[in-house]
Nanobody, 119 residues
């Protein structure tokens, strides 16, 4: 059974930092892409960053220079380091795994973690 569990969200002041973690279980560290999305009430879920098994990554223009995505293939964890946070970064952040091959091929979501940026 594939499971994604996010952690690390919370309340932070503008200019602060947070590191989100997403622990993946039930999937191999290879042949997958791990992504972070965020969503505010009433709006669509937006892609923030993604990273492939080989380490190739990208982040959305809106967070470029402030957010960094990384992964630990041994622990099967993907991280989102968020620096210089702004009030507009407030959202629920979701982890998504896209498994490209194998018996659990498919797409999976975590339950989300709230990030609130406010003074």
């Amino acid at each position: 059974q594939v499971q994604l569990v996010e952690s690390g969200g919370g309340l932070v002041q503008p200019g602060g930092s947070l590191r989100l973690s997403c622990q993946a279980s039930g999937i191999d560290a290879t042949d997958n892409v791990l992504r972070w999305y965020r969503q505010v009430p009433g709006k669509q879920r937006d892609l923030v960053a993604g990273i492939a098994s080989n380490g190739g990554s990208d982040v959305a223009d809106s967070v470029k220079g402030r957010f960094t995505i990384s992964r630990d293939n041994v622990k099967n964890i993907v991280y989102l380091q968020m620096n210089d946070l702004k009030p507009e970064d407030t959202a629920v952040y979701y982890c998504k795994a896209i498994v490209i091959a194998g018996p659990v091929r498919g797409e999976y979501w975590g339950q989300g973690t709230q990030v609130t940026v406010s003074s």
